[in-house]
Nanobody, 125 residues
Framework: QLQLVESGGGLVQPGGSLRLSCSAS????????IGWFRQAPGKEREGISCITTTRSTNYADSVKGRFIMSRDNRKNTVYLQMNSLKPEDTAVYYC???????????????????WGQGTQVTVSS
């Protein structure tokens, strides 16, 4: 059984940077598409990024040019580098996985079925 644990969240000033980690256990991530999602109080969950098994990435317009997703299969970990953070980036950030070893592309609309418990990111001065 795959388990995902997010880390790296915290309090940062506008314009600052954070790197989130999504560490997996129980299974290798080599054959999974991984997505990052976020949810702020009173708002629906928003898909922000995904990465395929071949490291093809996709980003929501709200974070494009500021966030970068990567994966390190040897460490069984995926990352979300967040730069130029804005107050509207404040949310609980989740990583999620779906087994898909063949797809050359990913979207945040896929039916991700394995989820972490989230890490809080607060952007405030």
């Amino acid at each position: 059984q795959l388990q995902l644990v997010e880390s790296g969240g915290g309090l940062v000033q506008p314009g600052g940077s954070l790197r989130l980690s999504c560490s997996a256990s129980g299974s290798k991530l080599d054959f999974y598409i991984i997505g990052w999602f976020r949810q702020a109080p009173g708002k629906e969950r928003e898909g922000i990024s995904c990465i395929t098994t071949t490291r093809s990435t996709n980003y929501a317009d709200s974070v494009k040019g500021r966030f970068i997703m990567s994966r390190d299969n040897r460490k069984n970990t995926v990352y979300l580098q967040m730069n130029s953070l804005k107050p509207e980036d404040t949310a609980v950030y989740y990583c999620a996985a779906i087994w898909n070893p063949r797809s050359p592309l990913c979207t945040m609309q896929l039916r991700y079925d394995q989820w972490g418990q989230g890490t809080q990111v607060t952007v405030s001065s």
